[in-house]
């Protein structure tokens, strides 16, 4: 009991937050589409022959790994499209609760805690945690592995490295859009190079690539017998169906549509933040730097892949194709908590300590307004939704089941924003308190 108690002081900000994406997804009700069901046909068939096995070919077109996990779900809990929603809600939780440790590992616990809040809210999240969708389970070992890379590099473990690399190889045997993640993971190497003595030598490749290699050999040249390389291979590349004429601004578009404005103008907001004070936050404006090439990355191959070699899928389902880049686009936004904190800090004249803390001040808002966005946006779309990368295409979620009364579930929501507010801002409330009067003295004396 003492235990628990102690934990629940230490970390009651971030089970708030943790509490309050489930009950967000918890009530909502069920969704599904096409991809679904095609996805919980493969892990059915897991079950029955033991290999992912769909109607429209011989085997799904795309790493197995997350359709073993859920067939093991599925033997546990009992086979049902319902059942498989609440394994995608668990990663999902399990992805807000990586962001908030990348956060603090990246940042500071400031910004892990605001990036949870924002990215356990977000309706391009939301959704993905209640449908029959893999994709939540490679983001979260995704997340994972980015999280044991940072740490082998920064303590210079090869023994991290090798874990680092099994976690890497099993993101990438469920998606692989996985191999985003490698390219924050060489920012970081790249920029504190000279801040550690990790090096990206013979040894280190190999204990990461290794596990990947046997575990492409094991599955694509073993289990399934298809061609060594096939992980790198999909229907969408190697069978394309092509578009005639895609809007040019369908990552903007969808960007909006999934997300909202205020999260993507904070998020501006928070880098030129940086680029301002770039003597002070040096050290954020690199951080900042893993964020952005990690999104441009994202971004520009999926423009590559629509605009270039006009792909119909990257089009259509840009929405999944750029979901990778919504934890930086959190992170990014959320750091200007830290970043606020440290120059208010370190500001030694009152009128540059008072702009510093007007320019907090705007970001702070842009956060709320992006937390209130995402509410409205939840409490909008019932049933059916849709998110559209034009006025005619879009990729969409059908309601599978309901789970509560629309009213009661807008209440809800409402509710739970409280939550994830208090959560955030209790403990630095609870601290200023108890110490108001040096707090004002020091800045009327400055």
């Known amino acids: 009991m003492a235990n628990l108690k102690a934990t629940l002081a230490t970390h009651y900000p971030i089970i708030g937050i943790l509490l309050g994406s489930l009950l967000i997804t918890a009530y909502m009700g069920t969704y599904t589409n096409w991809d679904a069901q095609l996805e919980y046909e493969a892990a059915t068939n897991v079950l029955t022959y033991g290999f992912p096995y769909i109607s429209t070919g011989l085997m799904i077109n795309q790493p197995p790994l997350g359709f073993y996990t859920a067939a093991l779900f599925f033997g546990v809990s009992g086979l049902s499209y319902l059942n498989g929603v609440w394994l995608a809600t668990a990663f999902g939780l399990g992805s807000v609760f990586l962001l908030y440790v990348l956060g603090i590992v990246m940042y500071g616990r400031r910004t ?3 990036a949870a809040a924002l990215f356990g809210m977000v309706p391009w999240h939301t959704y993905m945690t209640r449908i029959f969708l893999i994709d939540n389970q490679y983001l979260f070992l995704s997340l994972l592995f980015l999280i044991i890379g940072i740490i082998a590099v920064r303590h210079n473990s090869q023994k991290l490295v090798l874990g680092a690399g099994v976690v890497f ?11 985003f993640m490698i390219i924050p993971m060489l920012l970081i190497i790249y920029l504190y190079r000279k801040e550690t003595p990790f090096k990206l030598d013979f040894k280190n490749i190999l204990l990461f690539v290794l596990p990947s290699l046997i575990l492409q050999a094991v599955w694509f040249g073993g289990f399934a017998n298809q061609n060594f390389f096939g992980v790198y291979f999909n229907s969408d590349f190697t069978h394309p169906e092509l578009v005639t004429d895609p809007v040019l601004a369908f990552l903007p578009i969808i960007f909006v549509n999934s997300a909202g404005w205020f999260l993507f103008l904070a998020g501006f907001f928070s880098l030129a933040f940086a680029v301002i004070y770039r003597k002070r936050l040096a050290g ?47 992170l990014l936004a959320a750091s200007i908590t830290d970043k606020s904190s440290m120059l208010i800090a370190f500001m030694d004249r009152k009128k540059n300590r008072l702009i510093v803390m007007g320019l907090a001040a705007v970001g702070l808002v842009m956060l709320f307004a992006s937390l209130i966005e995402s509410t409205l946006f939840l409490n909008q779309w019932w049933g059916f939704v849709s998110f559209g990368v034009d006025s005619v295409t879009y990729y969409s979620f059908n309601l599978f089941t309901e789970a509560m009364d629309r009213n009661v579930l807008e209440q809800l929501r409402f509710g739970v924003l409280i939550l994830m507010v208090l959560s955030m801002v209790l403990p630095y409330l609870i601290t200023a308190l108890k110490r108001p009067i040096g707090w004002l003295w020091t800045i009327r004396s400055n």
């Open 112 to 114: 892990g805690l605001v």
């Open 169 to 179: 190889a099993t993101a990438f045997l469920t998606k692989l859009y996985a191999v």
């Open 284 to 330: 954020f404006l690199r951080l900042d730097a893993v964020c952005v090439g990690a999104i441009a990355v994202i971004m520009g191959l999926d423009i590559f892949l629509v605009l270039g070699l006009r792909l119909t899928v990257p089009y259509i389902s840009a929405f999944k194709y750029n979901y990778t880049a919504l934890p930086f686009f959190c």
